[in-house]
């Protein structure tokens, strides 16, 4: 169960490397086997000054923190089965390409209560990261909502 | 425009213009996509891979990770107006995506502006099961030639 006394609690820094291997694992995952979104040669041939990252890149943060996904979760008190993911927005500030090395600081933005459609009553949590590269410049914010069902 | 037929990544502004669209149909899906999506993006959330987890929390089984479908709409996105172009990307999760299911990404330019030398496009995006029901609802502003 989800208690209110998280709103701003942080989530400790992590630092991830946005590496050849998975980035060719995602844009595979997703259907699209285009080499630009891996190989330096076929970017360039694309007209791009790196490779280029699909904009849900960041999520290859779960790699690196305990637990991944599941560890964020139970970082702030959620049951596993009942969370689910309602809402994610991105700002992108500066490009995010092969060869990055990302930090993300977290923190619980907000935590209410509200009623569900079929009258059961929900929490929803919501999560906001700032994503730096490694030259110091904010590359990406982005804010998560997570819903945790009543039982 | 129709994204599929873009055969190279756009590394610069293309042009749009309002009321232009994205259509593009993704699946059947199968349970080895989920399990390739969690290789890939490290979210091994057992309700998207385990069907005796997903069965005793009371599902009929695994379905996708929101994040798969996003995705998928997001690499849609990227090859329409440019990966590098995108300024913002907002999406909300309104259904499930289960085994066998078929998806349809749909996006519109709702209206572009002019601000100085800048055009930003606003984008309004879908993924749909073959049901006709939605999964994502999603916006995203991205800068046009």
């Known amino acids: 169960m989800i ?15 946005i590496d050849r291997s998975k980035l060719a694992e995602l844009s595979k995952s997703f259907g699209d086997g285009d080499p630009v979104w891996w190989d330096p040669a076929a970017a360039r041939a694309a007209g791009f000054e790196g490779v280029p990252t699909p904009p849900t890149v960041t999520v290859l943060i779960n790699h690196w923190r305990d637990g991944g996904v599941t560890g964020l979760m139970e970082s702030i008190g959620a049951d596993l089965a009942r969370v689910l993911h309602g809402e994610a927005t991105w700002e992108f500030l500066i490009p995010v390409r092969c060869g990055d090395e990302l930090t993300a600081r977290q923190f619980v933005a907000d935590v209410s209560q509200r009623q569900g459609k079929r009258g059961g009553a929900m929490t929803l949590v919501k999560i906001d990261t700032e994503y730096t590269n490694q030259r110091g410049e904010l590359a990406v914010r982005r804010t998560d909502t997570l819903i945790e069902r009543e039982v | 425009m129709n994204a599929t037929d873009t055969a190279v990544l756009p590394a610069t502004p293309v042009t749009l213009a309002e009321g232009d669209e994205l259509s593009a149909s993704v699946g059947p899906l199968t349970r080895t996509d989920f399990v390739r999506y969690a290789g890939a993006s490290g979210d091994f959330h057992p309700l998207h891979h385990d069907e005796v987890y997903a069965r005793a929390a009371g599902l009929p089984g695994v379905f996708g990770m929101g994040m798969l479908h996003a995705g998928m709409l997001g690499v849609h996105l990227a090859r329409w107006v440019g990966p590098e172009n995108i300024r913002d990307f907002s999406i909300r999760f309104t259904g499930q995506v289960w085994p066998g299911d078929e998806l ?18 606003h984008l309004a995006l879908a993924v749909a099961r073959q049901t006709g029901d939605d999964v994502i609802r999603a916006t995203a502003t991205a800068v046009v030639a």
């Open chain 1, 3 to 17: 208690d209110q006394s998280i709103v701003g609690k942080e989530i400790p820094p992590i630092s991830f490397p």
């Open chain 2, 104 to 121: 349809a990404i749909t996006g519109r330019v709702e209206r572009v502006e002019t601000v100085g030398r800048v055009r930003t496009a």
